[in-house]
C-alpha cells in the first residue's frame, strides 16, 4: 500500500480519538430526549488532505513482549527517524501515532495493547519536544493488517507502531451523531428516526461523499458493561450504519466499518453526561481532493 492509500485509512482512523458520538447502555428515550439528541449532530468539514512523511516501526524493536513500556532500542529509532525527518515532524499539522498488533490473543486485550503502545510512543516523542497539542494516538488492535496474519513473518509485519506526519489541518470531514438518536436501548437495529437523520445528513454532505477516498464508521460506547459486549455492540452498529448508507449510494468500497468497543472515551465515564458523550457513532471523511 503505498502512502497516500495508506494514509487516507490508518490516518483517518488515527483521527478518531479527537470526537465523535454510540450508546448500548442508556434507557429508552422519551421523544423530547430523542428530538434534542438529533439537534446535537455535528457536521465538520474539512478541505483537502496530505500527508509530509511516514514512519512504520515493527514493535518488537520498541517493546518487550506483551509490554506497553517503550525500551532504549524503540527510543534510539525513533530518534534516527526524528533527525531523518525533522522538519516534517516540526511542521506538521498533526503527529498520528497509531498502533496495530496481529491477530493473537484476545482482541479486546489488543486493542488496548495497541492504543497503550501508541500512547507510549507518543510520551517519549512529548519528552523529546514534539509538540503535544500536535500529537494524536490511536490503538487499531489486529483490525488494519499490512500482510497475512496465518505466518509468523506476516504477524510480526502486523505487529507495529506508525507514525503520520499529516500536513494539512482541512483533512477530516465528520459526521458525528449520539448513539441514542440512531438505536433504542442495547439494539443495533436502526430506529426510523436514525434512518431519517442518516438519510438527512447524507443529502447534507452529498458532494462530500462523492469526492471521498475512504468513509470510515466507527462505533463507540461507554464503560458500563463489560470489554467484549461493548466491543461486540460497537461493531454491530457501525456495520449497520454502514448497510444503511450503502443502501443509499454510497461506493462500499471506500467504506471502512469498525467498532472501538469503550476504547476511546471523550469524557468521563464516571458521569451520566460523560457516559452519554462516549456511546456515539462517527461517520468519517479523508482524502478529498480539492
Not at 511542521?91 to 496495530?100: E, K, R
Request: charged letters at 25%.
Amino acid at each position: 500500500m503505498n502512502i497516500k492509500s495508506k494514509i487516507v485509512v490508518t490516518g483517518l482512523l488515527g483521527l478518531l480519538s479527537t470526537s465523535g458520538l454510540m450508546s448500548g447502555c442508556s434507557p429508552a428515550m422519551t421523544q423530547s430526549e430523542r428530538e434534542q439528541a438529533i439537534t446535537q449532530v455535528e457536521m465538520v468539514k474539512g478541505e483537502g488532505t496530505g500527508v509530509m512523511a511516514d514512519i512504520g516501526i515493527v514493535s518488537a524493536s520498541m517493546f518487550a513482549f506483551d509490554s506497553a513500556e517503550l525500551n532504549q532500542e524503540g527510543k534510539d529509532t525513533i530518534q534516527a527517524y526524528r533527525e531523518k525527518l525533522g522538519p516534517e515532524l516540526t511542521d506538521a499539522f498533526m503527529v498520528l501515532i497509531v498502533g496495530h498488533t496481529d491477530t493473537s490473543g484476545d482482541e479486546g486485550h489488543n486493542m488496548k495493547l495497541s492504543q497503550a503502545r501508541a500512547d507510549s510512543v507518543a510520551e517519549h516523542l512529548k519528552s523529546e519536544g514534539v509538540d503535544a497539542s500536535k500529537i494524536e494516538t490511536l490503538g487499531l488492535g489486529p483490525t488494519s493488517p499490512i500482510a497475512s496474519n496465518d505466518t509468523r513473518e506476516g504477524r510480526i509485519q502486523n505487529r507495529r507502531v506508525d507514525i503520520y506526519a499529516i500536513a494539512e489541518v482541512r483533512a477530516l470531514d465528520r459526521m458525528n451523531f449520539p448513539s441514542a438518536a440512531l438505536f433504542e436501548r442495547d439494539s443495533s437495529e436502526l430506529s426510523d428516526e436514525g434512518k431519517a437523520l442518516i438519510k438527512r445528513n447524507i443529502e447534507t454532505g452529498k458532494e462530500m461523499f462523492s469526492r471521498a477516498n475512504a468513509i470510515i464508521v466507527v462505533g463507540h460506547t461507554d464503560d458500563k458493561w463489560d470489554d467484549e459486549w461493548n466491543m461486540k455492540l460497537s461493531k454491530e452498529r457501525a456495520a449497520t450504519v454502514t448497510a444503511f448508507l450503502e443502501s443509499q449510494g454510497l461506493d462500499p468500497s471506500k467504506i471502512v466499518t469498525t467498532g472501538a468497543g469503550e476504547s476511546l472515551p471523550i469524557a468521563d465515564n464516571k458521569t451520566k453526561a460523560g457516559r452519554a458523550q462516549n456511546r456515539r457513532v462517527q461517520v468519517l471523511v479523508l482524502g478529498r481532493t480539492n
